[in-house]
């Protein structure tokens, strides 16, 4: 099955500084999705994005699917961004599972 | 997008007993969904595929007879941890795709299990 891979797995800033994580994965995708899990474990989508480039606020996205990529920017950063980043993506149409990657968890100080 | 709940957000219960957590598509219909299990400090792990009219589909590693599944209707879909043990104690989380359009998948809030 395919592979994701996240990094980094920790990143600290200060609160007002840019950032990226990013996303690698092994096989063309057909879902990708970025997720922000909040401190009580809620998984919040951020972005549905098997290619192209999305903006939503603060945040953005970019897949490149041909070289098997993700990318989330998240711009002034506040102590709210704070919590575990992951990617998950899936390499098939209709109800394919998804595969997770390990996360990256950001710690934003004020 | 889609809404998803989970009942109940938070079991304690004794080694030994069954428990059973239910997941629900709120606003559509869902002929699968997925479970999932994270432990603490670890990402999300696919547990089965819960298949409306159809048996559920396994992981390997998960044991089919301590985690049944049962689809019961277009909107709900149940995960029965059989015969608990602290080694089950855990964060588990259902989600749905949302085929309209696009294949994303909504989760719901979770449910963390803790056994005695």
């Known amino acids: 099955g395919i592979q994701v891979e996240q990094s980094p797995p920790d990143l600290i800033l200060q609160e007002g500084a840019n950032s990226t994580l990013r996303c690698n994965f092994s096989d063309s995708v057909n879902n990708l999705q970025w997720f922000h899990q909040n401190p009580w474990g809620q998984l919040i989508n951020l972005f549905y994005i098997p290619s192209g480039t999305k903006q939503n606020g603060r945040l953005s996205a970019t897949t490149v699917a041909t070289e098997r990529y993700s990318l989330l920017y998240i711009s002034s950063s506040q102590t709210t961004d704070s919590g575990v980043y992951f990617c998950?993506?899936?390499?098939?149409?209709?109800?394919?599972?998804?595969?997770f990657g390990t996360g990256t968890r950001l710690t934003i100080i004020p | 997008g889609a809404v998803v709940s989970q009942h109940p957000s938070r079991v304690i219960c004794k080694s030994g007993t069954s428990v059973k957590i239910e997941c629900r598509s709120l606003?559509?219909?869902?002929?699968?969904m997925f479970w999932y299990r994270q432990f603490p400090k670890q990402s999300l792990m696919l547990m089965a595929t819960?298949?409306?009219?159809?048996?559920?589909?396994?992981e390997q590693g998960v044991e089919k007879d301590k985690f049944l599944i049962n689809h019961a209707s277009l909107t709900l879909s149940t995960l029965t941890v059989t015969s608990a043990h602290p080694e089950d104690s855990s964060f588990y989380i259902c989600?749905?795709?949302?085929?309209?359009?696009?294949?994303?998948?909504?989760f719901g809030p979770g449910t963390r299990l803790t056994v005695l």
């Open positions: 819960s298949n409306e009219g159809s048996k559920a589909t396994y």
């Open positions: 998950a993506a899936s390499g098939g149409f209709g109800n394919e599972k998804l595969t």
């Open positions: 606003d559509f219909q869902a002929t699968t």
């Open positions: 989600s749905v795709p949302y085929l309209m359009g696009s294949n994303e998948q909504f």
